[in-house]
């Protein structure tokens, strides 16, 4: 089973920016889309954005759209979320998941066996 480790939360002001990194363990990191999902408090857990394997494809939820931009390293076998004009409704924990077969893809959660641990982006008005 992939490892896969977030970092690069934090608490920014709105209007701020950070960049999440998701780094994952493995040689087939490649053949596989990454998803960023994020869940705030008495919330289900969200679709953010995803990532084909090559890099190629690219998909946003509606309210993260022209502000989010999704990116991967293969070499590295990182992931990266960077989060422009950020704002208080962004506020959650931020989690990166590893599609289960190669080449496939989902936006709903449940869908998803591989799950790093999280990393909190608090933003303040």
């Known amino acids: 089973q992939v490892q896969l480790v977030e970092s690069g939360g934090g608490l920014v002001q709105a209007g701020g920016s950070l960049r999440l990194s998701c780094a994952a363990t493995?040689?087939?990191?490649?053949?596989?889309?990454m998803t960023w999902f994020r869940q705030s408090p008495g919330k289900e857990r969200e679709f953010v954005a995803d990532?084909?394997?090559?890099?190629?494809?690219?998909g946003y939820a509606d309210s993260v759209k022209g502000r989010f931009t999704i990116s991967r390293d293969n070499a590295k076998n990182t992931v990266y979320l960077q989060m422009n004009s950020l704002k208080p409704e962004d506020t959650a924990v931020y989690y990166c998941?590893?599609?289960?077969?190669?080449?496939?893809?989902?936006?709903?959660?449940?869908?998803?066996?591989?799950w790093g641990q999280g990393t909190q982006v608090t933003v303040s008005s």
């Open positions: 990532i084909s394997g090559s890099g190629a494809y690219t």
């Open positions: 998941a590893q599609y289960k077969v190669p080449y496939g893809s989902s936006r709903l959660p449940d869908n998803f066996d591989s």
């Open positions: 493995g040689s087939t990191f490649s053949f596989y889309t």
